[in-house]
């Protein structure tokens, strides 16, 4: 059997585009039916304590609502600890909104106000009074510290050699503290369910989620409904960055609403309240290197302390990528988390990575500055040949190759290593760089292929597209496998009730679900050849499936393409009956370590007065396993990299300790990067073949935009400016303390 | 929002007594600052005034040689008409600043005068603010404060006025016309807005049932020595950390006369006659515009969320001073400070 | 606040507004947005809430020729107005140059934003205040994007605009 690959590896417009720039894809708070409710949740105004009283008198008599939800009135559900635990859930007790009179955090949901429509429900929810009893709260990390304590006790600590002693020996080393600020995911589309209740009793339930199956299991589970009794879809999801990972408390109040009411029940989350589930934590970094002379890495420590919620033990992998960048024998890495009164912290887009990668490489930075080396020389001199966290070999890296290219494309031989020695009238000009890491990963996953009875291909599996071409890339595989055009394969996401997927998430979905349509696809052809030999005086009758190609629609025989039979007519001849294969794809046992790389340079320009920064071009080089369609991918880097913008230079959750709560829980005190200050990034991707990742190749493109961006620009603006600021993000404030100081 | 009713008025005088007449009564315009506090519930109009249709939406020529810029004339109008553009385009820079286009589309001259602070404090229910709620307290002191003032503001309140046209009008020199109750009254525009003082609720001098109908700008537009510098924490659509309005009218390289205004810094446009009296017939270098900013920061004084800002605001006064002395005025849409 | 007696919701208001060239009569409520009349009276949902408070723009639609924040407009004082939202961009299912150009360009991920973008974008070229590349991103800086397609939305746009520029 041959496959001829007309799609995968070239660039596609998006199947979904039309439906997009028409305004018809429909998100999921824009379902809707007859009868229709509106929710309006209330949030909690302490950062702990309990609810004294809560006065929903006057909300329940403001003519349209139908009913105020509250802890004291909340139906009696399984509401078990266990049940809320979704796929994704930390150690600990996952918030149960509407539990009790327990407060943890400032924003915590404590009621829903449902009413006929949505402006009488969110005025209905300004007239619900709460009393609370407080208690002191810490929201500081730095006063939290002192608490700290290891989630994996001792296990997850990554030790080998003596670092300490290294780096006292180490003839030049470095020892630095970091720090990132918080950020909130803030995709485009607030958190929405639409909970529809059928004819029949059962629940259509549309909710905004990366996972469609964990959604459905945590719905099924928290309420005691028998698993044919409910359907979650997602069929367009309008960003999500993490935020959809778990389930948010807007699907069980929507839920919770729609049973105790027998009515379909939307609940669609503010923007303010869009600050009021998970967040990236803030993370206290120190970051020691010692090296040879000539650049050879003697010690690496990192130790990282993270804040979590007081429910759950949140944790990332935000160190371990000091042991994998660089080749070092005396490495201590260490990750601690500290309680604080907030909502549980939460996977964003390179979640971990964008931290410790910010950290790992602004010190790799900063000692080659303390080593006068090129901070590309001195990466190179610590190349790592080999996952030495893992003691495995890589199945592909082509790193260096991201170097060479992204350097020569980028003019990085024109940088200017003493600090404020380039100016182009006003602007300082700097040029940094940082390199970039994210696990490939592969998730079990289940998919069925199915041939419709007009001879087209339908391609399912219960994962999303979150804007990252899901859709897209699977038809590009599926039609491929099956020798079809594009618009000839219908592909089935977002949905609970097709095969199993785990949330998509992780760059991961490219390889899971992409592995399982393709081995779905495969047994697929296998069966429909089988099916073919069956017809009356078929052309095929006595041949294999490697005597056979699928192209044009039709199964051929490779000797002589004339013999053949079309897929339409093996339709039909199944008397209109799909033929349908469903299986499974779990990641084998791998003696190999599989990561995509990247090298992002970055050039800066910084008013030499008044220190205001300005990103002014980046290049992007990624290596990370096949592209399966040059174009979204090329998309989804230059979204990573606009994401490492933020982070690097705008984002930033301000806590106000006194009170325990974020203030900047709005869009204009919330700053993500706007139009103008996103130039010029180019993306250029590195050709790495891979056959031991997975059957595709592919190592998955969502995170790897994002690590080492924010460290590329710090760089940058070190090298502008000479301040070298250690605490995200960059303001220009922090550039000119930096200079006055 | 809290519900309210709704009408239309046609003439001045009658949207004034429909004002006057009712307590709880707001007019709305361009509605983009009056509907965003609504759906925060920290505005709770009974009824509102739409007085859009208000023959008060023209740009017109004065007697004195000035413009007059009706009530209800959109930002974008004001921006993009051709005198304002070649005649005061120091006006023009400040509003293409701020905001968005959208926003501009929708916000009225007599709107941008009279939105309210931004403070995050201000907006959020949850939270004590003395503006919001007389006497509940001000956390902004020792919290979040980036955006507050550093000049003119109180014990009760630092709050900012959160406009960077007002910054452009008081740098030069508008007059506010209104109608009331009682007739109707000119205001100097450093005399519409008001300081926090002990009733940081109150943010100008105009009293219930007052309109603002027009703005008027005087004949001097300083067309050849001006420049709206604005640093914010992102390079579009974000409010100002520090803005400065500067205007210089040369003689030769002296100076003959200087407007200075700053945004972002009090709870109103901000002015100081001294400094710009000192830089009068001075040779138009650093130095004097160094010391002119010292003048102006000499009574500045910070919180711990705010303590970067008379250094940025000096840096930022001078460079906006050296732009319009150069007649290299700063240009809204290439952010490379000139 | 007073435990009792709320205010009743507002009585409806008869307003008439031309939608995508369509004249609709209709009643609304005086606290019902531009927007919130869009997405849930009418089930025009094309148009996308991202903030509910100018911050976003991705409810930006184009009333009696100019792009606003439909968020921050009443219904009732869109009374009389000419509404353009992205479901109207098309003709007769042929897409507008603009749309054509950002699946081209693959000027959106998630969609969220994009019609918003699609409609600032077509009242900017209508505008003919930006020209060069620095005054397009300025002028499209109040539509947030969290994907972060910012460079191919420009690219989309200088395309329309080298076309021959005109929106439609």
């Known amino acids: 059997m041959t496959t001829s690959e007309r799609f995968v590896g070239s660039a596609q417009r998006r199947t979904d585009g039309r439906k997009k720039v028409t305004g018809t894809a429909p998100y999921a708070g824009e379902f809707t039916t007859t009868g229709l409710l509106h929710g309006a949740v209330v949030n909690a105004a302490i950062a702990r304590g309990s609810i004294r009283s809560i006065d929903i008198a006057a909300a329940e008599a403001v003519p349209g609502v139908v009913r105020v939800f509250t802890h004291e009135n909340r139906p009696d559900e399984a509401w078990f600890t266990s049940a809320f635990k979704d796929m994704v859930a930390p150690d600990g007790t996952p918030l149960r909104p509407l539990r009790d009179a327990r407060v943890f955090y400032s924003g915590q949901p404590i009621s829903l106000v449902v009413a006929e429509d949505f402006e009488t429900a969110t005025y209905a929810a300004s007239l619900v009074h709460v009393a609370y009893e407080v208690t002191p709260h810490q929201t500081d990390l730095t006063a939290a510290r002192h608490d700290a304590f290891d989630p994996d006790e ?460 300005r990103v002014t071009r980046i290049v992007s080089a990624v290596a990370a396993g096949r592209i399966i369609n040059p174009q979204t991918a090329r998309s989804q880097i230059m979204g990573g990299v606009v994401f490492g913008m933020g982070q690097a230079l705008h984002e930033e959750a301000v806590i106000d300790h006194a009170l325990g709560r974020f203030m900047t829980h709005h869009l204009a005190d919330y700053h993500i990067p706007a139009h103008a200050d996103v130039a010029d990034i180019d993306v250029l991707f590195v050709e790495e073949h891979d056959e031991a990742v997975n059957p595709l190749g592919v190592k998955g493109v969502g995170e790897i935009g994002v690590a080492g961006t924010g460290a590329a620009i710090g760089n940058a603006i070190y090298n502008a400016t000479g301040v070298r600021v250690r605490e995200l993000p960059i303001t220009v404030d922090k550039i000119l303390a930096g200079w006055t100081r | 929002m809290r519900p309210f009713s709704y009408t239309r008025a046609s003439d001045v005088g009658e949207a004034v007594a429909a004002l006057a007449a009712n307590d709880g009564a707001r007019f709305i315009a361009g509605g983009t600052n009056l509907l965003d506090l609504m759906k925060y519930d920290v505005e709770r109009p009974e009824h509102l005034i739409d007085i859009t249709a208000l023959p008060l939406d023209r740009i017109e020529n004065t007697a004195d040689g000035g413009l007059s810029i009706g009530a209800m004339v959109r930002n974008t109008d004001i921006a993009y008409d051709e005198q304002v553009a070649a005649r005061f385009p120091l006006l023009a820079s400040a509003i293409l600043a701020g905001a968005s286009p959208q926003l501009r589309n929708s916000a009225t001259t007599g709107g941008n005068l009279r939105q309210r602070t931004r403070c995050s404090y201000f907006y959020d229910v949850s939270t004590p603010c003395n503006k919001r709620e007389p006497g509940s307290g001000c956390p902004a002191k020792t919290g979040f404060a980036r955006y507050h003032a550093i000049l003119g503001a109180s014990e009760r309140c630092i709050a900012t006025h959160p406009s960077d046209m007002c910054v452009g009008l008081a740098a030069l020199g508008a007059t506010v016309r209104v109608e009331g109750p009682e007739g109707s009254r000119s205001i100097p525009f450093s005399d519409f807005h008001r300081l926090p003082g002990d009733t940081p609720q109150v943010d100008t001098t105009l009293a219930h049932g007052e309109m603002v109908v027009a703005v008027d700008l005087p004949g001097k537009g300083f067309s050849d020595h001006y420049s709206y510098l604005k640093i914010r924490d992102r390079l579009s659509y974000a409010f100002a950390l520090i803005s400065v309005a500067a205007a210089l009218d040369m003689d030769g390289d002296t100076i003959a006369e200087a407007r200075l205004a700053l945004g972002g810094v009090a709870h109103k446009p901000w002015r100081n006659a001294e400094a710009e009296a000192a830089m009068r017939g001075k040779p138009a270098v650093e130095t004097t515009f160094a010391e002119a900013a010292d003048i102006v920061l000499a009574e500045a004084e910070t919180v711990p969320g705010n303590a970067f800002k008379p250094e940025l605001a000096r840096r930022t006064m001078i460079r906006a001073l050296s732009q319009a002395a150069a007649g290299t005025p700063q240009s809204q849409s290439d952010k490379r400070i000139q | 606040m007073s435990a009792t007696d709320p205010a009743a919701p507002p009585e409806r208001m008869p307003v008439s507004i031309t939608i995508n060239g369509n004249r609709h009569k209709l009643e609304v409520a005086p606290w019902t947005t531009l927007l919130d009349l869009l997405r849930h009276e009418l089930e025009l949902t094309g148009t996308k809430k991202g903030c509910d408070h100018g911050q976003c723009g991705a409810c930006t639609v184009i009333v009696d020729g100019r792009r606003i924040n439909s968020c921050l407009r009443l219904a009732v004082m869109a009374d009389g107005s000419e509404v353009t939202t992205v479901e109207g961009l098309a003709t007769n299912g042929e897409l507008h140059p603009m749309q054509e150009a950002f699946i081209e360009r693959d000027a959106f991920q998630c969609g969220y934003c994009t019609p918003g973008q699609l409609c600032s974008a077509v009242a900017l070229i209508d505008e003919g205040h930006a020209t060069t590349r620095d005054e397009i991103r300025e002028q499209m800086s109040g539509n947030l994007c969290r994907c972060g397609a910012y460079v191919n939305i420009a690219d989309a746009i200088e395309d329309v605009m080298a076309k021959g520029g005109q929106a439609r």
């Open chain 1, 154 to 613: 001792g296990e997850g600590d990554i030790v080998r050699g003596s670092a300490e002693n290294a780096l006292a020996t180490a003839p030049v080393s470095i020892d630095r503290n970091y720090r990132i600020a918080i950020e909130h995911h803030n995709p485009m589309e607030p958190h929405a369910t639409t909970t529809v209740v059928e004819a029949d009793g059962r629940l259509t339930v549309y909710d905004k989620t990366q996972g469609a199956r964990n959604s459905y299991d945590v719905v099924v589970n928290v309420f005691g409904l028998p698993e044919d009794r409910v359907q979650v879809l997602s069929p367009f999801v309008g960003g999500a960055f993490g935020s959809g990972l778990r389930p948010q408390y807007q699907l069980f109040l929507s839920v919770m609403a729609a049973l105790v009411l027998e009515r379909s029940v939307r609940v669609t989350l503010t923007r303010d309240q869009m600050f009021t589930f998970g967040y990236r934590p803030d993370t206290l970094q120190r970051v020691a290197l010692g090296a040879e002379a000539d650049g050879k890495l003697k010690a690496v420590i990192h130790d990282a302390l993270a804040g979590t919620s007081r429910y759950e033990d949140f944790t990332e992998t935000v160190v371990d990528w000091s042991g994998l960048l660089y080749q070092c024998d005396d490495v201590r890495l260490a990750h601690r988390l500290a309680k604080i009164d907030t909502v549980t912290p939460m996977d964003m887009r390179a979640p971990g990575g964008a931290t410790g990668m910010y950290a790992i490489e602004t010190a790799m930075d900063e000692l080659a500055c303390e080593l006068g080396m090129d901070p590309l020389e001195l990466r190179l001199k610590n190349y790592a040949e080999r996952d030495q966290n893992e003691d495995k070999p890589f199945s592909s890296k082509q790193l260096k190759e991201c170097y060479r290219q992204g350097a020569e494309r980028f003019g990085w031989s024109r940088r200017r290593p003493e600090p404020r020695s380039v100016r182009e009238g006003s602007d300082l000009v700097g040029f940094g760089m940082a390199t970039g890491s994210w696990e490939a990963m592969l998730f079990p996953t289940s998919a069925r292929a199915t041939l419709l009875p007009d001879g087209s291909l339908e391609v399912a599996t219960a994962t999303a597209d979150i804007g990252t071409g899901t859709y897209t890339i699977l038809a590009q595989i599926a039609a491929d496998a099956l020798g079809l055009p594009m618009d000839r394969v219908k592909v089935a996401i977002g949905d609970s009730s097709l095969p199993k997927a785990f949330v998509e998430g992780g760059s991961a979905t490219a390889a899971s679900a992409g592995s399982a349509i393709l081995k779905a696809c495969q047994e697929l052809k296998e069966a429909l050849l089988t099916a073919a030999r069956r017809i009356d005086g078929s052309p095929l009758a006595n041949v294999g499936l490697e005597q056979v190609v699928f192209s044009s629609g039709s199964i051929r025989r490779a000797a002589d393409e004339s013999e053949a039979v079309s897929l339409e007519a093996l339709a039909a001849a199944n008397g209109n009956a799909p033929l349908s294969v469903e299986i499974d794809n779990s990641p084998s046992d791998s003696p190999y370590s599989s990561y995509s790389h990247s090298a992002v340079f970055a050039e800066v320009r910084v008013d030499a007065e008044i220190g205001m920064p």
